[in-house]
């Protein structure tokens, strides 16, 4: 190469930014040596910021504008100022260019279940998830706190450790909330704006700031889910009566058809009534049984009371004791008439089966009488 094209690309030094990816947040200009030129054109676009390092000590920022590296007081020369050095500037200067907008829809989750204490349900196990929102507010703490000479720092290599803050937070923020399960999707919006508050300090120690964090979801166990969807769908069935008496006329329509249908559905809803009656305890028609369940015996039979017909006259009511009794003493025969409630005129006492079995244990007359 000639001296005067050597010296032709000397006057002119344009520095600036172009970003076209989605991740970067730091991007250093490369210059062969790291020379910055006295007099460079620097120019730092709406969302950038450009940190100057002089040395491998940080010396200013710039703000978006069109800037002229010339002032004396500024660490910078031209290779034309030393030609002592063959041409080579003793100073060394670096320039990185800082993304200052948000970077949006990153995730953050849970990746063990957080333990926390339900006022209804008692201890639970709770997963959450979302989105947040980062941007650099202070690009020359970010640079000295993260991104050090890092030429080209993407996105990536913070969100893993921003990730392990928000977890952590979140989970403290949910075990001392004292929110109900079932109102925690009432209150997600809350639950975001405590924990975004709560990690600003931390994460302006490394010059950034969390502009929206998001609660998506906050789910329990599956098992524990599908525990309250029974739940849920008991609360819908509601009357449980009306909904078995429904089913069972709904089964029996669909069985009929064309002139039969209003027959059949008669008769659906009237063994749906059965139905539903028979679950809630009653009888087939309404009717209650006793409250000691099906299990229970039927009721004793009516014990009867007898009259005794002697000599054109009565004598009674006697119980079936009694009747045992006057058996025993000899007052009651087989020949006795006698008569009971129900009995169809006078019968002698050895034609009631009911009184014949009070004969049957008599001895027979003793032998000789």
Known sequence: MGIFDFLSGEFIDVIHWVDDTRDTMVWRFEREGHEIKYGAKL????????????????????????????????????????WDHGFKSPFKSEIYFVN?????????????PIICRDPEFGPVRLRAFGTYSVKVADPAKFLVEIVGTDGEFTMDEISFQIRNIIVQEMSRSLAKSGIPVLDMAANTRELGQIVA?????????????????????ISLPPAVEAVMDKRSSMGVVGNLNNYMQFQAAEALGREGGGAGDAMQAGLGAAMGLQMGNMAAGQ???????????????????????WHTAEGGQTKGPFSKARMARMAAEGELTRETYVWTAGQDGWL??????ELAQLFTILPPPPPGA
């Open 43 to 82: 120019t730092v676009r709406e969302g950038q910021a450009a940190v100057f390092v002089h040395e491998g000590q940080l010396a200013d920022v710039f703000t978006p504008g069109l800037y002229m590296l010339e002032t004396n007081n500024m660490p910078i020369m031209t290779t034309l100022q030393h």
């Open 100 to 112: 200052t907008t948000r970077f949006n829809d990153l995730k953050w989750g849970t990746k063990n």
């Open 348 to 353: 002698k006492a050895e034609d009631v089966t």
């Open 197 to 217: 508050k709560e990690i600003s300090a931390l994460i302006a120690e490394y010059g950034l700031v969390i502009p929206e964090l998001y609660i998506e979801n």
């Open 283 to 305: 009888g087939p028609w309404g009717a209650r049984p006793s409250a000691a369940g099906s299990n229970t015996p039927p009721p004793p039979p009516v014990e009867h009371v």
